[in-house]
């Protein structure tokens, strides 16, 4: 079990380009959450994933911020025109409903740096 | 929506004494309190957690208590040791496995020799 993947694990990018970040989700989880982290926020929640469908979508920045999840091995967090406050580590977890805990698996997150 | 607050923002102890993390919360809704822990240059990972039917887990050394009355809940990490250095987070839910999660700020543990 490789855990939950996320790439690419470092991105630079400047102002006002578009960044996408890939996660895949531990083998027949069923729930995909993203988050961001930073220094000063802390982990944000952004987006949450049932069965591929969006179910919460509450933390996302409406305008550039969009997710998907087109099959159950993957699910991307793509940032139009790109500003240097979306600088953060993307972090994608996955975690296996109907178990009896809650427990979220992380993966090592994607560094977004934009100049 | 949810707030989680984390009172402290840093703590320090001696190795071998006990460390006690202290969280808030203030949805009333919420059911459901994991803890994540975070070494430095890694990524978040499960530690433990409580839901709203009990007021006291163990697992091994560590101790998660939840007072809902007073919406606040800690994690007690007993016989500290070296590795468990690093950030702890705390967190709150209104359903496990179904429901966003909101996280506190976190708590950087430094266990002192």
């Known amino acids: 079990n490789a855990g939950v993947i996320q790439t690419p694990r470092h991105k630079v990018t400047g102002k006002g380009q578009e960044a996408t970040l890939w996660c895949e989700p531990i083998?027949?989880?069923?729930?995909v959450f993203w988050y961001r982290q930073t220094i000063v926020q802390g982990l944000e929640f952004l987006t949450y994933?049932?069965?591929?469908?969006?179910?919460?979508d509450s933390g996302m920045p409406k305008e550039r911020f969009s997710a998907q999840m087109p099959n159950q091995s993957h699910s991307t967090l793509k940032i139009q025109s790109t500003q240097p406050q979306d600088s953060a580590v993307y972090l994608c977890?996955?975690?296996?409903?109907?178990?009896?805990?809650?427990?979220?698996?992380f993966g090592e997150g994607s560094k977004l740096t934009v100049l | 929506g949810e707030k989680v607050e984390q009172h402290e923002s840093t703590l320090s102890v001696r190795e071998g004494d006990s460390a006690v993390i202290n969280c808030t919360y203030t949805?009333?809704?919420?059911?459901?309190f994991p803890w994540y822990k975070q070494e430095a240059g890694k990524s978040l990972h499960f530690v433990i957690d409580?839901?709203?039917?009990?007021d006291r887990k163990q697992s091994q050394r560590l101790i998660v208590l939840l007072d809902k009355k007073a919406k606040r809940f800690s994690l007690h990490i007993t016989a500290t040791q070296p590795e468990d250095s690093a950030i702890y987070f705390c967190?709150?839910?209104?359903?496990?496995?179904?429901?966003?999660?909101?996280f506190g700020a976190g708590t950087k543990l430094t266990i002192k020799p």
């Open positions: 977890a996955s975690s296996l409903l109907g178990a009896n805990t809650g427990q979220l698996y």
């Open positions: 083998s027949g989880h069923s729930a």
């Open positions: 994933f049932r069965n591929q469908a969006p179910i919460d």
């Open positions: 949805d009333t809704a919420s059911s459901y």
């Open positions: 409580i839901r709203s039917n009990v």
């Open positions: 967190a709150a839910s209104r359903h496990y496995g179904n429901e966003k999660i909101t």
